[in-house]
């Protein structure tokens, strides 16, 4: 099922997560999906380093492509 999105996708992981190896696993079967994991982060990361989460979310917004390079007509 993972492997059918064809959308930009981050996903942004605890370095303390007990579920690191398969949160990183299944971005792996993401075509073109991002992985980033915070280090000193629990389950909520955005919570516990929110401006290494917020740099992570801007660069990853700021590199998707353009609707207008997207969409060549």
Known sequence: A???IDCPT???ASAKSDELAR???GAGQIPHARFEKIED???AVFLDQ???FNELL???VKDLPTA???STP
Do not use: G, N, W, Y
């Open 50 to 52: 929110p401006v290494r």
């Open 10 to 12: 981050l996903i942004i």
């Open 2 to 4: 993972l492997k059918k």
């Open 58 to 60: 801007e660069k990853f």
């Open 23 to 25: 949160q990183q696993a």
């Open 41 to 43: 982060a629990a389950h």
């Open 68 to 70: 207008s390079a997207a």
